[in-house]
């Protein structure tokens, strides 16, 4: 699982939540999308648009795999923006980085502070108290 902070060009910020399996499928339909919308299919090729390795065969889930995964959908994501503006005006690239209900939510306040409260007032408080 990736989450991705989305700035918009509205000046919105989103978060999306995606799997790897998400990412292979969205590489999959913007090159579908590249095929259909030029009819001359050497246009795609001209833009070069990353690939991601795919799944592995026998690779099992660990943290090494998370992370250098994690360090592959980075670059991909900004290799793919950064490569033409037709692409990141392509629906299917839109709608991905859409926010869906299952994405987190950023923060809308600044974050809750603790007030910090000293033991010892607390324990001499208790035991006059007693």
Same mark, same amino acid.
């Given at each position: 699982m990736c989450v991705v902070e989305v700035s918009w060009s509205d000046g $919105? /910020?989103?978060?999306? +939540? $995606?799997t790897y399996e998400d990412f292979l499928n969205f590489q999959n339909s913007v090159i579908s999308e590249l095929k259909e919308e030029s009819s001359d299919w050497k246009w795609s +090729?001209?833009?070069d648009i990353p690939r991601l390795k795919g799944k592995g065969l026998f690779q099992r889930n660990s943290r090494r795999l998370a992370e250098v995964r994690?360090?592959?959908l980075h670059a991909f994501v900004g290799e793919l923006l950064s490569a033409s503006e037709q692409i990141c005006a392509l629906p299917v690239v839109v709608d991905f980085f859409e926010s /869906? +209900?299952?994405d987190p939510c950023p923060m809308r306040t600044s974050?809750?502070?603790?007030q910090e409260v000293s033991m010892d007032s607390y324990n001499s408080d208790s035991n006059e108290n007693s």
């Open positions: $919105r /910020r989103t978060y999306v +939540k $995606r +090729k001209h833009v994690e360090f592959e /869906r +209900k299952t974050p809750l502070v603790i």
